[in-house]
């Protein structure tokens, strides 16, 4: 019995070796495929917190089908709690110079990134943070769920617009989603806006640079939500301007953090979804366009 133990134990930790050599793998060929990106298609303005996952610290989701909950709903190498996971305790990139304008901070080359990969949409660039990567519309919610931008098998996947939503960024409420890293990358950073109350202060704006321009979001409500809520944060369509009204009250009321932007001053939102512990759960970060260049 005991040599039987034994056997179970060895074939347990041998299997344990095999998941983390896996992991470090995975890891290794995103860090190294994200920062061959960044190299060939952005230039970044001196002293601005560019990079994916560079110095980063660190199963299968839902498929979001039509009438189901959102992709992302955690598995192996997805944090799925809320934990930070960082080594050594930084909770972001440090403050990009004041002096340079926001629409300076980053460049992307679109021309030769769409000629790569004829599916991205746009870039989101978090100012002052290390979340900075293309965005894919393929029409669905699996395609790159586990697959890079250049069609590679990969899994952190790529950060993606729900299939349902204009690939234009012009709808009333358009989902972006990302996988919730333990290293940290796609959309793990997001989880400071949970974690700690001051993070929000120096973390308020994302930009969507898109072929067409630059479009400056600042962030108006962050919480974690039902995925299958079809009231919250992942509605799409609004009978008139009242159901779109109510839709970003519900929002505003449910956030811990707590913006300056008023709801009757937003047009229209960007949903940015990610896993969290629960599957049945996600955390969402909302921001609205307030300049564009």
């Given amino acids: 019995m005991w040599r039987l133990i034994a056997i179970g134990g060895a074939a347990l930790m041998l299997v344990s070796l ?13 860090e190294a495929l994200y920062a061959r990106t960044l190299e060939a298609y952005t230039i970044s303005a001196p002293g601005s917190a560019q990079g994916a996952g560079e ?16 992709p992302l709903a955690g598995g192996s190498g997805e944090a799925g709690g809320t934990s930070s996971g960082a080594e050594d305790g930084e909770t972001g990139g440090e403050e990009a110079p004041p002096e340079i304008p926001w629409e300076e901070l980053l460049e992307v080359d679109f021309e030769k990134l769409c000629a790569a990969s004829p599916d991205v949409c746009g870039w989101i660039y978090f100012e002052n943070e290390k979340i900075s990567y293309p965005v894919l519309w393929s029409g669905d919610n699996e395609t790159y769920l586990r697959r890079s931008y250049d069609g590679q098998e990969l899994k952190s996947g790529s950060i993606f617009v729900d299939g349902r939503c204009s690939s234009d960024f012009s709808g009333r409420n358009t989902i972006v989603y990302g996988h919730n890293m333990h290293d940290l990358s796609m959309f793990g950073r997001l989880r400071y806006y949970l974690q700690d109350a001051s993070y929000y202060e120096t973390h308020p704006y994302f930009q969507i640079l898109t072929p067409d321009g630059k479009c400056r979001y600042e962030i108006f409500a962050c919480y974690v939500a039902d995925a299958s809520d079809n009231k919250g944060p992942y509605v799409r369509d609004f009978a008139d301007e009242k159901a779109f009204r109510s839709f970003l009250e519900e929002n505003v009321r449910r956030s811990v953090v707590r913006a300056d932007l008023k709801a009757d001053e937003i047009e229209r939102v960007v ?22 260049r």
């Fill in 18 to 30: 095999v998941m983390i050599v896996i992991t470090l793998v995975q890891k290794s060929k995103t």
């Fill in 271 to 292: 949903t940015l979804s990610t896993c969290v512990n629960d599957a049945g759960s996600r955390l969402v970060v909302m921001g609205a366009p307030v300049e564009e």
């Fill in 55 to 70: 110095g980063a610290k660190g199963g299968s989701g839902n498929a979001g089908k039509e009438g189901g909950s959102p």
